[in-house]
């Protein structure tokens, strides 16, 4: 009968869990750091860009009763007319505000906040200007609608 094989070492004990020591975890990465003020402006802008298409969109409205009704070749309408083009400028003057406001012109975005908000500032008054003068073309609309 053969003789068994024997170990000359006892079993090496395993590691148990609970006592080992733990493992590092993986690196989380860092949170994300949120600036308050880059948020306000990117709504802030958000909201003067749906301003600004609302007023284009009834600056073209206008244009287009001008000229379906045949007002626009009236002494009236060439008035309205030149209103509507005026406040054409103003908005194109306001999308370039906008757009140096969001860093996407050619000029680089103010950072100090007097002159964000001189150039705020600036888009309120233009956007008004230009409201007072579709409200007026509105109006001599109108008029030009009454026999």
């Known amino acids: 009968m053969p003789m068994s094989k024997r170990r000359s ?3 090496k004990p395993r590691p148990s869990t609970s006592c080992a020591t733990p493992r590092p975890s993986p690196p989380r990465p860092a949170p994300a750091v ?3 003020s880059d948020a306000r402006l990117a709504r802030r802008l958000a909201t003067y860009r749906e301003r600004l298409d609302r007023v284009l969109r009834a600056n073209k409205r206008a244009v287009g009763q001008l000229y379906v009704s045949g007002a626009l070749f ?3 309408g060439t008035r309205a007319g030149r209103d509507l083009l005026l406040a054409h400028e103003h908005l ?12 996407a012109g050619d000029v680089p975005a103010p950072r100090r906040a ?10 309120d008054t233009l ?3 230009t409201d007072e003068l579709a409200r007026h073309t509105t ?5 030009l609608k009454e026999p």
């Not at 007097?114 to 888009?123: K, M, R, Y």
């Open 74 to 76: 009236t002494r009236a």
């Open 9 to 11: 070492h006892p079993p």
């Open 92 to 103: 194109l003057r306001v999308m370039r505000l906008l757009d140096r406001l969001a860093d």
């Open 34 to 36: 949120v600036s308050l």
């Open 139 to 143: 109006e001599l609309l109108g008029e």
């Open 127 to 129: 956007l008004d200007r």
């Open 114 to 123: 007097a002159e964000v908000n001189a150039i705020f500032s600036e888009l």
